[in-house]
């Protein structure tokens, strides 16, 4: 059932409910709006999960099975190419089972399905014109092509032990792949990071960059040749494709009880500046239930010199920062031009260790970019994952826990 309401700040254009007693846990948007993807899951339960395209008015396109009866957690990630030619979904079905669906966006027609992927897929990304898919599978990332029609894995690449990855983008271009990676042996955990041409539907030679701190997520530029990511310390660290033997620049805010950033948003406004939006949790001993439990903060990166040692230098800039009500979770995207942002929050009830169903509530949000200034807060009685901007930020999506997709028609 489709719910349409009058435009109202913060009140979803429509939202919708495909499975009902399911979660949704990604989605995605073409660059127009116009096209819409999910898929549902269920963290502690089993069923068949489903892939869905809807309109910008809220009208379902199509929907596609993609697990059998009795599969276990479902729907983990999905994607659409900007020329709106393909889409794609992947998760688990079981324990060290993983799948991926590749469908024909206007109609739903499946065009490749792997069904005994080694581990959960954690992240798809397509090239723009929709010909390269990376996907991320926890301890290596696949490329897939399109080739004489034929969708088929044409390279992977395997991360160093002890090192995981749950992050991995493909440049809009397709010219290049950055991987986060994470060894949660280490205590505290250290991470990766991995950049990887791509030419002729091929990887080139990768080049790792050391981290102090665990990489849990990672973004990059559309031409694939600056990268930032979300740190286990709740900083950050930027990087470019020129530069091979270190992070470029690092910050982390001075806040007493900074922990995990899972979310960062990069954006390139204008020539010589970088805008980084990055979310992070929030310790919270105090058993004080009004406390905030998440962090949202800016940083800009303004090029100061350009053509030393062959690639540009850059100074960085502390900007705002924003307190959210909960833990954030993923859903923190920027405009092109770094005027809106994005963001999610909730947190599982870990008293039990995280094994159980119980949860908080939680928010989707929307920011002025530039100053910080919360637009607008729209709530749900459980937490909330995935969120995404359009590139012109003329609309936004939004998944939950609650089972529900939200649009949100921001024009006007």
């Known amino acids: 059932m489709t719910l349409s309401v009058p435009s109202q700040a913060g009140t979803p254009t429509w939202s919708v409910t495909p499975q009902t007693g399911l979660q949704i846990n990604s989605v995605a948007v073409s660059p127009d709006g116009s096209l819409t993807v999910a898929g549902t899951s269920a963290e502690f339960g089993s069923g068949q999960f489903y892939f869905y395209a809807y309109s910008a008015d809220g009208s379902l396109l199509w929907q596609v099975p993609v697990t059998a009866a009795n599969a276990t957690q479902g729907v983990f990630w999905v994607a659409v190419s900007d020329n709106k030619t ?13 799948f991926l669906s590749i469908v024909d966006a206007s109609n739903g027609t499946v065009l490749l399905s792997e069904t005994q ?46 090192f995981s990855s749950y992050s991995a983008v493909l440049a809009n271009d397709g010219s290049r792949v950055w991987v986060a990676g994470i060894n949660y042996q280490s205590q505290p955990a250290t991470g990766l990071v991995m950049q990887v041409p791509v030419s002729q539907q091929q990887f080139g030679t990768a080049v790792s960059y050391a981290q102090s701190s665990g990489v849990m997520r990672i973004v990059t530029t559309p ?142 949000y929307l920011l002025d970019a530039c100053s910080g200034t919360p637009l607008w807060q729209y709530g749900t009685k459980l937490m909330n994952w995935p969120m995404a901007l359009t590139p012109d930020a003329q609309a936004a999506v939004g998944g939950s826990d609650d089972g529900s997709l939200y649009y949100w028609d921001l024009r006007g």
């Open 223 to 364: 031409d694939g040749q600056q990268a930032a990511v979300a740190l286990h310390n709740g900083g950050c660290a930027f990087y470019q494709a020129a530069q091979t033997d270190a992070a470029v620049l690092s910050y982390q805010p001075s806040v007493s009880n900074l922990s995990v950033a899972y979310a960062v948003a990069i954006a390139a406004p204008k020539a010589g500046d970088i805008a980084i939006v990055v979310g992070a949790n929030l310790n919270n001993s105090s058993g004080d239930a009004t406390a905030p439990g998440g962090l949202l903060y800016r940083i800009d990166l303004l090029m100061s010199q350009t053509e030393i040692a062959n690639y540009p230098q850059w100074q960085l800039q502390a900007g705002w920062s924003h307190n959210l009500q909960y833990a954030v979770n993923p859903g923190v995207t920027l405009d092109s031009l770094a005027t809106k942002v994005t963001a999610t929050d909730g947190k599982p009830d870990e008293s039990q260790g995280g094994s159980d169903t119980k949860e908080s509530p939680g928010n989707f």
């Open 86 to 98: 393909v889409a794609a979904a992947g998760g688990e079905t079981a324990k060290d089972v993983g």
């Open 117 to 162: 992927l080694p581990s959960r897929v954690n992240q798809l990304t397509f090239s723009a014109d929709g010909t390269l898919l990376l996907a991320d599978l926890q301890h290596q990332v696949l490329l897939y092509a399109c080739v004489d029609g034929q969708w088929q894995q044409q390279d992977q690449l395997a991360l160093p032990a002890p």
